[in-house]
C-alpha cells in the first residue's frame, strides 16, 4: 500500500506538518510504503485555463507538477491532505496543485479513461485553524471532496481541529493520539493483509506495466500490486500506454520504476516475470516465482491480449 502525504503548510514544524507525520508513522505500522510532498516548497504554476487538458488529457505547463506529481498521484491508493486552514479554505500552493488536477479529471470525465486505481484509492483530510465557528472546515471539505473525486479517490474523511494557532499547539488536544490510532486503524487496516504481487520486467515500459495494471483493475482492493524493472527505461514506451488506452485503462504520468526505489521491506508474495527467462537477473526474495516467458517481437496490442490472459488466469488460480 503506498500513501502520498500532501503537507500544504508553509510553517516548518506547525500543526498540519505534526499531524501528517503522525499519521504517517501510524500508517507505516501497517505495512505502508509512505512518502510526502511538501506543496509550499514545491514548484507548481497555477492553471491559466488553455483548456488544452479537457481535448487532449495533458497540460503545456513544464514545472515539477509535469514532472513528478501527477505521477505520484497516480502511484497512491491512499491519499492525506494535511493542512491548516487560510481564508476558510487551502493555501494558495495546495490549491493550485488542485487547479492543476483537473488534468486528471478531463482523463476521467472527457475521455472517458480508467485509472487502474480507481474504485479503491482514498483521500483523507487532516486539517486545523485557529478560530472556531461551526462552518471552519466547510470549504476545505468541499474542495478536498472534489479534489479526491478528480484523482479518483474515495472520500474517506477528515480530522479537523479548530482554536489550533500557535506552532505545534495541536499537540496539546484532547484525545489527538487516539484519533490518529483509529484514522490510521479504518484507512490502512483494510489494505494492510492483502497478498503482495510484483510485476518484474526488465525496462518496466512494456508488459510489466500491461500486468500490474490489469492486476489491479481485474483484482481491485484485493491485491497489493506493484511493478518495477531491473534495468528501467526512462519513460513508459508510448506504444504500450496507447494499447492500453484502447481498453480504456490509462497509464499515462506513470514511470517505470527500478526495484532498488521499492521499500526494502517490500516482500512479495508472488513475482511475477514478465521477460524472458533469466532476464531480470537477481530478483527479490519472493515467495513464489511464476516466468512468463513472453515473446520479445510482439506487437503492442497482442502483447496486451497476451497478458491479459495470463493475468486472468493467475487471478483465477489464486482466487480459485
Ligand atoms: C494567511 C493565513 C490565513 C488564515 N486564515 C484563517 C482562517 O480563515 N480561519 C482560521 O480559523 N484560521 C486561519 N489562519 C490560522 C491558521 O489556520 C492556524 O494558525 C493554523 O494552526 C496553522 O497551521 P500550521 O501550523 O499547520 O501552519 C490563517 C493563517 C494564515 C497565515
Redesign the pocket.
Known amino acids: 500500500m503506498e500513501i502520498l502525504g500532501l503537507q500544504a503548510?508553509?510553517?516548518r514544524g506547525?500543526?498540519?506538518?505534526y499531524l501528517l507525520k503522525a499519521f504517517m508513522e501510524r500508517a507505516r505500522s501497517y505495512g505502508a510504503r509512505t512518502t510526502v510532498l511538501e506543496v509550499s516548497r514545491a514548484k507548481i504554476k497555477p492553471c491559466i485555463e488553455l483548456t488544452v487538458c479537457e481535448k487532449k488529457g495533458t497540460c503545456p505547463l513544464r514545472d515539477e507538477m509535469a514532472d513528478h506529481v501527477y505521477g505520484r498521484l497516480r502511484r497512491a491508493e491512499i491519499v492525506v491532505v494535511a493542512s491548516?486552514?487560510?481564508?476558510?479554505n487551502f493555501p494558495a500552493q495546495l490549491k493550485a496543485l488542485i487547479d492543476r488536477s483537473q488534468v486528471l479529471w478531463s482523463r476521467k470525465y472527457r475521455l472517458k479513461l480508467k485509472d487502474p486505481k480507481s474504485g479503491r484509492r482514498k483521500g483523507f483530510l487532516l486539517a486545523?485553524?485557529?478560530?472556531s465557528g461551526a462552518r471552519?472546515f466547510e470549504g476545505m471539505e468541499l474542495t478536498a471532496r472534489y479534489f479526491f473525486d478528480a484523482i479518483d479517490a474515495a472520500y474517506a474523511g477528515s480530522l479537523t481541529y479548530?482554536g489550533?494557532?500557535g506552532?505545534g499547539?495541536?499537540r496539546q488536544v484532547p484525545g489527538l493520539e487516539d484519533d490518529l490510532n483509529r484514522a490510521a486503524a479504518d484507512l490502512c487496516g483494510p489494505f494492510g493483509n492483502r497478498p503482495k504481487v510484483l510485476c518484474l520486467g526488465k525496462k518496466n515500459s512494456g508488459a510489466s506495466r500491461m500486468a500490474a495494471a490489469f492486476m489491479q483493475v481485474k483484482a481491485g482492493d484485493r491485491l497489493d500490486v506493484v511493478s518495477a524493472g531491473t534495468s528501467p527505461a526512462a519513460d513508459i514506451r508510448p506504444e504500450t500506454v496507447a494499447a492500453m488506452a484502447g481498453e480504456k485503462i490509462d497509464l499515462a504520468f506513470q514511470r517505470p520504476r527500478s526495484l532498488a526505489d521499492l521499500s526494502p521491506d517490500f516482500r512479495p508474495d508472488y513475482l511475477v516475470a514478465t521477460t524472458a527467462a533469466g532476464e531480470t537477473g537477481d530478483d527479490p526474495a519472493a515467495g513464489r516465482k511464476i516466468e512468463w516467458n513472453l515473446a520479445s517481437n510482439l506487437s503492442a496490442e497482442k502483447l496486451r491480449e497476451e497478458v491479459k490472459t495470463r493475468v486472468d488466469q493467475f487471478l483465477s488460480n489464486l482466487f480459485k
Open positions: 503548510s508553509p510553517r506547525g500543526n498540519s506538518e491548516p486552514v487560510f481564508f476558510y486545523v485553524g485557529a478560530t471552519l479548530n489550533i494557532e506552532k499547539q495541536v
